[in-house]
């Protein structure tokens, strides 16, 4: 996991921008157009990811899966079994709360998901594990906030999944040994066309409830067309997550076909 840690942040922007610099100013004496190439290749980059108008634009190619009505809330239990929401990382050490706590976006995950089991009665189950091995896990982590701040109890923690697809495995492991198999999917707009995709291979039927849709009018002054810093970490989630979508079916494909 820390190789991979690292080559990751090596490789996604800004790091693979900033390796560029790296290599144009290494190789500016000696090739200095290829040099001029890098450069150009690095700051047009993070100029074009940090533009609201790019995750605006580029959020909608992911987030293929529509909103769910709040009228169609009620009904929930008679089509699916049960509601799993993802974990999303988590902030280490807050003072204010004297420890680890779900991260902004697990929190958001969370808050829908609740209003979701309180409007359909829909039991939950929560799936994250450690963080780089360290404990608690996200699932537990999790289940504490949702219980102490929204007044829903998950039924089941899933806490050994370290991506999404073991989300996927280990979630279906324990929805299956109860006899449930059809799910109300909650996780983030342009995560779930690939969470869906896990989980269906696990023989699960998956309903979605997406939510932090990202492909809407951005409301930027200029339309967008001024860098901001928060769009450039938006665009390194959509990078993240399209270049998953392309290699998850390589990856896990021939093994979801073995199963």
């Known amino acids: 996991m820390p190789i991979r840690y690292i080559l990751k942040q090596l490789l996604m922007p ?26 150009v290749a690095a700051v047009a980059g993070l100029w074009l990811l940090s533009l ?4 605006e634009w580029s959020a909608r190619l992911l987030e293929r899966e529509p909103a769910m009505a709040e009228a169609r809330w009620p009904a929930l ?7 799993v929401v993802l974990g999303a990382g988590r902030e280490r050490d807050d003072p204010a709360w004297g ?5 902004p976006l697990a929190l958001e995950r969370l808050r829908y998901g609740a209003r979701l089991a309180k409007a359909s009665g829909l039991p939950l189950l929560i799936s994250g ?18 219980e102490r701040d929204f007044g829903v109890k ?11 697809w073991e989300n996927a495995v280990y979630s279906a492991a324990l929805l299956k040994s109860a006899g449930m198999e059809r799910v109300l999917l909650v996780t983030q707009a342009w995560h779930m066309p690939r969470a869906r995709w896990c989980f269906e291979q696990q023989g699960l039927a998956v309903m979605t409830a997406p939510l932090g849709f990202l492909g809407v009018a951005n409301g930027r002054p200029v339309g967008g067309w001024l860098p901001e810093a928060k769009a450039l970490w938006q665009s390194g989630l959509l990078l993240n997550e399209a270049l998953g979508l392309l290699a998850y079916p390589l990856f896990y494909g021939a093994e ?3 199963e």
């Open 14 to 39: 800004p790091g693979g921008l900033l390796l560029l610099l790296l290599a144009a100013w290494c190789l500016r004496r000696r090739f200095p157009r290829l040099a001029a190439g890098c450069f």
């Open 52 to 55: 609201p108008v790019t995750v």
């Open 77 to 83: 239990a008679g089509q699916v079994d049960a509601i």
């Open 99 to 103: 420890g680890d706590q779900p991260s």
């Open 129 to 146: 594990g450690l963080h780089f091995g360290q404990p608690p896990s996200e699932a537990a982590l999790m289940a504490q906030v949702l």
């Open 154 to 164: 998950a039924r089941w923690q899933e806490g050994r999944s370290r991506t999404t």
């Open 256 to 258: 979801s076909g073995r």
